[in-house]
């Protein structure tokens, strides 16, 4: 027998549960309902048929007559059509009485143990549907990232912005420190990089008059995998024209608190133990006593390499100081950094794209921002003056791993680019926090394995 093509009309297992709340154990309601899902569970018991019924919504009990529904030939796994009503089992249970089960989609494997769940980390990343299948918590956590992501549009789109699409293919990459995967284009006999950031596309519509632009979507960096890193991962860029660091700051912790309160209806969580309020205003400190409260602020690269050497710290890969102060900071401030915190003015030789600070030329207007000892995202008062962001480009070019130059992205600052604010934000390890997962595989739904 071939399996319907549809099943229309169909009702969210949650709503229907809603139904039989207010109904007595053992009585049903005279409206008819039409559920589809999963059956989780049989349960024989003479004439009556007992199966537990999963969709995205929510788990309930369909109760099967074959005096009525005649013989059930559902097995564990199947995909199932349910017609009945909204009624209680003698015990309580809320349940679909059912007069009508329809096989729309037969199973052939044998599913994981389904009271436990998934509990494989390798099965639950490299088969992700059984993972989703099996396991409610990872259905709510990705319906939780979607929900982050629609807060987040609903934010921007509130203030005016304005969301755009820009090139993932591009013939140079740039906005970041970071290796790029290489492609070549056959037609154009060239080769391209997958964006490590949308960050100079962005800044060239501000200068096309847009003013207050956001992208979401995925970059690409082809480097090492951790906790909190994924070669191709989602990040939220902005930038607002006629506004500086200072006024970024103040949004961005807008924007979270708005986001977290409108997910999941409260702005404190729980991550790796600590209990964090992403509640405005967060902790500002400099970047200098940052590093100066951990003795390790120092421009020469010789002192600062003892200085890590003598803690113990391996730093044969850091070529250069600039190299090294990230590292410093990286291994001594920023897994400290638990309760949300905004670090600013970042040394020049670590900003390429952001402006010098008022009293300090050594020094820009840029932030990065931290909870629960990670990095959340990085922000600047942009270079506007063609001139001095080539001569940043030629002092980069100098530095190992360097940002490497645009003579394209020059060209379009000579035209003028109004003061602007730009930031970027990694979804991924924003709903880490926001739903207590500690690894960023826990909330990508295909991540990258061995």
């Known amino acids: 027998m071939t399996a319907p093509k549809r099943f229309p009309d169909r009702d969210e297992i949650a709503a229907v549960r809603e139904e039989c709340e207010p109904l007595e154990n053992g009585a049903s309601a005279e409206v008819t309902r039409r559920i589809a899902g999963r059956a989780m569970a049989r349960r024989d018991m003479g004439k009556l048929v007992f199966l537990d019924v999963v969709d995205r919504s929510g788990r309930i009990q369909v109760i099967c007559d074959s005096a009525v ?4 030939d559902v097995l564990l796994g199947d995909v199932v059509g349910v017609t009945g009503h909204p009624g209680r089992a003698r015990r309580g249970e809320p349940s679909v009485l059912a007069e009508t089960v329809e096989v729309l989609a037969r199973n ?12 494989d980390v390798e099965l639950r990343y490299r088969k992700r549907y059984l993972d989703l299948l099996v396991n409610e918590e990872t259905r709510s956590d990705f319906i939780l990232r979607a929900r982050v992501v629609t807060a987040i549009r609903a934010y921007l789109d509130r203030e005016g912005f304005v969301e755009v699409e820009t090139p993932i293919l591009q013939p140079r990459y740039g906005g970041a420190f970071a290796r790029p995967f290489v492609t070549h284009h056959n037609e154009l006999d060239r080769d391209f990089y997958l964006r490590i950031a949308t960050e100079l596309y962005l800044k060239r519509l501000i200068v096309g008059g847009l003013e207050r632009v ?10 090492g995998v951790s906790f909190k890193h994924n070669p191709e991962f989602t990040m939220l860029e902005w ?14 912790e807008e924007l979270v608190a708005t986001v977290a309160q409108e997910v999941i209806g409260r702005t404190t969580v729980t991550f790796r133990g600590h209990d964090i309020d992403l509640k405005a205003p967060w902790e500002r400190i400099r970047f200098t006593d940052a590093l ?8 020469d690269e010789a002192e600062l390499r003892a200085m890590l050497t003598e803690r113990g710290v391996d730093t044969d890969a850091d070529k250069d100081w600039t190299q090294l102060v990230d590292h410093a900071f990286s291994h001594f401030v920023e897994p400290g950094l638990i309760q949300p915190t905004i670090v600013h003015d970042y040394p020049v030789e670590l900003s390429p794209f952001a402006r010098a600070t008022d009293d300090d030329t050594t020094l820009t207007e840029r932030f990065e921002y931290f909870a629960g000892g990670m990095e959340l995202g990085n922000a600047f008062s942009e270079i506007n003056d063609a001139a001095t962001q080539q001569e940043r480009f030629d002092m980069q ?11 394209d992205y020059v060209e379009a600052l000579s035209y003028g680019m109004p003061p602007t604010g730009g930031l970027g934000l990694g979804i991924d390890r924003l709903v880490m926090l926001l739903s207590g997962r500690e690894t960023i595989r826990d909330v990508v739904l295909f991540p990258a394995l061995r």
């Open 292 to 299: 100066e409260a951990k003795e390790l602020w120092t421009r």
């Open 214 to 223: 956001y992208e979401l979507g995925k970059d690409f960096r082809n480097e």
């Open 69 to 72: 529904t005649g013989e059930i």
């Open 108 to 119: 052939t494997q044998p599913l994981p143990d389904t009271f436990h769940g998934v509990t």
């Open 397 to 407: 070019s100098q530095q190992i791993e360097g940002e490497r130059g645009d003579p």
């Open 239 to 252: 930038y607002e024209a006629y506004a500086d660091y200072r006024d970024t700051m103040d949004r961005i």
